[in-house]
């Protein structure tokens, strides 16, 4: 087992936490040396992602312009309540019709798309740009994290490549692009988080801690999914820390009040609205009911399906009809006791099914029938290609085991604890996404060469160099300055 707070193959960033503000300072500003990266490398990697994205996005935006329920597939249930929001009825009405007052979602991403629709229309060709163009200004920013916290887990060499790949991988350029969701600025949220989580570790000021917990609030309240990692990161932090004799106690709870000093407003929103407890959103029991089978299967479509979407208030009129007859509380309660009795009386096949998710997620694979392939005609593509990036990953994080990385129980955390929710519930193609910037540094972490994963050189003898250079040239340009 690792030593807590110690690296094997120990990283020339985390050497430089052990040096003077002045030293450091001093190395920031020193030219980068042949395993060093500029600024504008930086620049160049969110640049090139961002243009990619915008060139796909020029040809696949008019897929949300469809006139379908009313531009449905704009934004789905998020854009009913933005809808409802430009329009002066608050965060209210998810589905078709108006019903009212929902806690369907978290509050951050209907509201961003509100703003569009303020600004640009709602359902407008322009209002579509836009929301669109966050989406993938986000994806290609969730270089930036990707890049830092490779460097700190593996080094640069690792992170340059891990950035190039984000730019140009798959799953980050589609996806925000074909579903407008919440996903894309929880999956920056979650990396930007997951980068601070591997410095908190030695961070002492409270203030980082608090605004750290802020940061967590707003995960939470953009997706409630990515606050279920928080309590396993922070007991891993807290350990490390209690074993360096550093505080631990005092700063959780700094995080700790300020994650709730930040999602409180929207608690107090939903007890004052709905006169109940409510964390985050209330349609767990939906969730759930859609993780099993109805009495048809899946009648409507005559096919086994991953996500069966007429056990929901969707295209079935007898859930539509019970969601506006009961409200959206007393059905979401329903849903729960229904999803309940099913699995007491179904383990057997609600455990395979459970399986199947699991697979369906690491893998995409769920059925190569032909009526199922006839409704999802790129699954083998998409198998083959998630198939081989789930290998990748899995034995990148084997590999940074072996090597006793001490990063490598933080990236085993987020993989094991945050798809545990939708292996019980309902899955999605893009449910996952949120993982991939951890997935996409562990694969290229899997594929770099042993030789250039072994220790940077020592700061004792390059960055020392690079500090005399630094002090020679600081000392220098102050006698050349006029007395």
Avoid at 120 to 146: C, D, E, H, M, R
Wanted: glycine share 6%; charged share 20%; with cysteine.
């Amino acid at each position: 087992m690792f030593k807590a707070g110690e690296n094997y193959k120990e990283s020339a960033d985390s050497k430089a936490l052990s040096m003077s503000p002045r030293e450091l300072r001093l190395v920031e500003g020193a030219k980068p040396g042949p395993g060093g990266v500029r600024a504008r490398t930086l620049f160049l990697m969110v640049g090139t992602g961002l243009v990619i994205r915008l060139i796909v996005m020029a040809f696949m935006y008019p897929q949300h312009l469809v006139l379908f329920h009313d531009h449905f597939h704009f934004g789905f249930e998020a854009g009913r309540i933005a809808r409802s929001i430009a329009q002066g009825e608050g965060f209210a009405s998810p589905l078709y019709e108006k019903t009212g007052p929902t806690a369907w979602m978290t509050p951050v991403y209907p509201y961003i798309i509100a703003g569009f629709f303020k600004v640009f229309g709602i359902y407008t060709k322009a209002a579509v740009l836009g929301v669109l163009s966050f989406n993938v200004l986000t994806s290609a920013l969730t270089t930036l994290p990707i890049f830092f916290f490779a460097r700190q887990s593996f080094g640069t060499h690792v992170a340059k490549w891990a950035g190039w790949t984000w730019a140009f991988f798959p799953y980050a350029i589609y996806f925000p692009i074909d579903r407008i969701w919440e996903t894309w600025l929880a999956t920056l949220l979650f990396a930007l988080l997951f980068m601070i989580a591997l410095k908190l570790e030695r961070i002492d000021r409270l203030s980082a801690w608090a605004g750290t917990g802020l940061l967590w609030g707003l995960a939470g309240l953009t997706s409630a999914v990515v606050v279920s990692v928080l309590p396993f990161l922070q007991l891993r932090i807290s350990y490390v820390r209690y074993k360096q004799g550093r505080r631990w106690l005092v700063p959780n709870i700094v995080l700790g009040l300020a994650l709730m000093v930040a999602v409180s407003p929207w608690f107090v929103r939903n007890w004052r609205t709905f006169h109940r407890f409510i964390p985050f959103r209330d349609n767990m029991g939906l969730v759930l009911r859609m993780g099993v089978k109805g009495a048809t299967s899946y009648a409507l479509r005559d096919v086994d399906y991953w996500q069966p979407t007429e056990l929901g208030p969707w295209n079935n009129p007898a859930e539509v009809q019970e969601f506006q007859r009961d409200g959206e509380l007393k059905y979401m309660a329903t849903k729960k006791q229904q999803a309940l009795a099913f699995i007491k009386t179904h383990k057997r096949w609600y455990l395979w099914t459970t399986l199947r998710r699991v697979v369906f997620l690491w893998t995409g694979y769920w059925s190569l029938s032909p009526a199922y392939l006839k409704m999802e005609p790129w699954d083998p593509a998409n198998i083959l290609f998630s198939s081989a990036f789930t290998v990748l990953a899995f034995w990148g994080l084997r590999r940074a085991w072996v090597r006793r990385v001490d990063a490598a129980i933080p990236y085993a955390i987020v993989l094991l604890v945050f798809p545990l929710m939708y292996y019980i519930t309902s899955p999605e193609y893009y449910y996952r996404r949120p993982l991939d910037p951890m997935m996409v540094v562990l694969a290229v972490y899997a594929l770099t060469p042993s030789r250039r994963l072994d220790e940077p050189p020592s700061l004792d003898k390059v960055d020392q160099d690079r500090l005399r250079s630094c002090e020679d040239d600081q000392f220098e340009s102050e006698l050349a300055e006029p007395v």
